[in-house]
């Protein structure tokens, strides 16, 4: 499950409302992540990991939103002649009309991400063949690409532009906690599973922006591991 905010810089009412349709309109909806990780054992309980991850996050937009807008009608009446006779011409032609139309819109907007973490571990506890650890550490994310869309501005909520020309960092630092379970099978292979929380460290953001954004996720983790 993933959740993003956003954080005023400037003491600005359009701003406030920009971050409000925000928050709104997007809806966190999956984070899932695959890598491969190298753990050193510095001690028979303390140790360090790292490695190479790739991770996807997904959330929805969803807003309504009202256009109006004129357009050429042709076969309207546009004059009505009344003759002394009492006969009534409809004279027909184009005819400029106002239209307004309601609707609704959902976009799933995605962003692909690559990260260099830097945990250290400790494990606390162990029986048999059973252990637990708690990881924790920062992580050097590279935001690869994004798609979708978002509001340009709170004047006009009606108007939206891709996230890719928002303002966004290539780079950005987020930590990651991890409480994680293993289960040994043999001396060399054990399964790993537990629950992890990643938060944003500063702004996903450049300083120019006006306002911050970062990420806060919390899900599951499961993976195999072999001695080497």
Do not use: C
């Not at 006969?87 to 027909?92: D, F, Y």
């Not at 939206?160 to 960092?169: C, G, H, N, R, T």
């Amino acid at each position: 499950m993933e959740k993003r905010w956003l954080q005023i810089d400037l003491e600005s009412p359009l701003m406030d409302a920009y971050a409000e349709q925000r928050s709104v309109a997007e809806e966190g909806l999956d984070q899932w992540w695959a890598g491969l990780q190298v753990r050193y054992q510095l001690t028979p309980r303390w140790f360090l990991e790292s490695g190479g991850q790739y991770r996807q996050t997904t959330n929805r937009f969803t807003d309504s939103y009202q256009l109006v807008y004129t357009e050429i009608e042709s076969n309207q009446v546009v004059q009505i002649i009344n003759r002394q006779d009492g006969t009534v011409e409809e004279v027909m032609g184009a005819l400029e009309v106002e239209v307004t139309e309601n609707g609704a819109r959902t976009i799933y907007n995605r962003s692909n991400q690559w990260t260099l973490p830097l945990y250290v571990g400790y494990q606390f506890h162990r029986q048999d063949r059973f252990g637990m650890s708690l990881v924790v550490g920062p992580e050097l994310t590279y935001l690869s690409s994004l798609s979708g869309q978002t509001y340009q501005d709170a004047q006009t909520s009606e108007t939206l532009i891709p996230l890719s020309q928002l303002p966004y960092k290539n780079t950005f630092w987020q930590a990651m906690t991890r409480l994680e379970l293993h289960f040994e099978f043999d001396k060399a292979t054990r399964i790993n599973f537990g629950l992890q929380g990643r938060f944003g460290l500063g702004s996903m953001l450049k300083s120019d922006a006006g306002y911050r954004e970062r990420q806060q996720s919390i899900g599951v983790m499961m993976g195999l591991s072999r001695r080497l």
